[in-house]
């Protein structure tokens, strides 16, 4: 069964660095998400992606954060400056192009740990 | 009044016992229900996934919406140790839009 898979599983950066996170959704998906679950908490929606544009962000997705569909199977979250407060798991989800009722599939995630 | 409202458990049954995980909401805009289920260090996956209200079954799993309630249950009939794991009921107002969670039930099933 096809899965969204992210890259890399656990991440540890110094305050202040910038960090990549990388997504490769499931083909032919056409619409992509970043979410994000700090530890004990909530899975919570960071932002949405579609025809190459951002759709919708949410409050904790401010200046610091980016997305990019750099090529045809890619999809990245970049962190420029971190924070100690972005310590989280890093979830991409993506959605069938379907107009009628798709879920949307998550990948296992990405383990962010700032020092 | 949180948008979605989930007891976080832990929840602890023995195998083959009928299981019984519910959510509220207040958004009245809230079309599709979903549960996921996550292990641990791991995403969330996809368990039911209905629109507006009803029931839907998939094996040992029931999932039902009353709208008229805001509430939403999920069933898992003969449950397994496998069964173990965090339950998260999620839902969004459109298909595309983004999905608000619940915090998650942690279900134990003993053997």
């Known amino acids: 069964e096809p899965e969204v898979t992210q890259t890399p599983s656990h991440q540890v950066t110094q305050m202040g660095q910038e960090v990549i996170l990388r997504c490769v959704p499931i083909s032919n998906h056409l619409y992509f998400y970043w979410y994000r679950q700090i530890l004990g908490q909530k899975v919570e929606f960071l932002v949405s992606?579609?025809?190459?544009?951002?759709?919708?962000k949410s409050e904790i997705f401010d200046d610091q954060f980016s997305v990019e569909r750099p090529d045809g199977s890619n999809f990245t979250l970049k962190i420029r400056s971190t924070k100690l407060e972005d310590s989280a798991m890093y979830f991409c989800?993506?959605?069938?192009?379907?107009?009628?009722?798709?879920?949307?599939?998550f990948g296992d995630g990405t383990r962010l740990s700032i020092l | 009044q949180k948008e979605v409202e989930q007891d976080p458990g832990p929840l602890s049954v023995p195998e083959g016992a009928i299981v019984s995980l519910n959510c509220t909401y207040s958004n009245s805009a809230f079309q599709y229900f979903m549960w996921y289920r996550q292990y641990s260090r791991k995403g969330p996956e996809l368990l039911m996934y209905t629109y507006s209200s009803g029931n839907k079954e998939d094996g040992r799993f029931t999932a039902q919406v009353d709208k008229s309630s805001k509430y939403i249950s999920l069933f898992i009939r003969d449950s397994q140790p496998s069964d173990s794991a965090t339950y998260l009921c999620?839902?969004?107002?459109?298909?595309?839009?983004?999905?608000?969670f619940g915090s998650g039930t942690r279900l134990s099933i003993r053997p």
């Open positions: 989800a993506s959605r069938d192009r379907g107009l009628g009722n798709q879920p949307q599939h």
């Open positions: 992606f579609y025809n190459n544009e951002i759709s919708e």
């Open positions: 999620a839902m969004s107002v459109q298909s595309a839009s983004k999905i608000i």
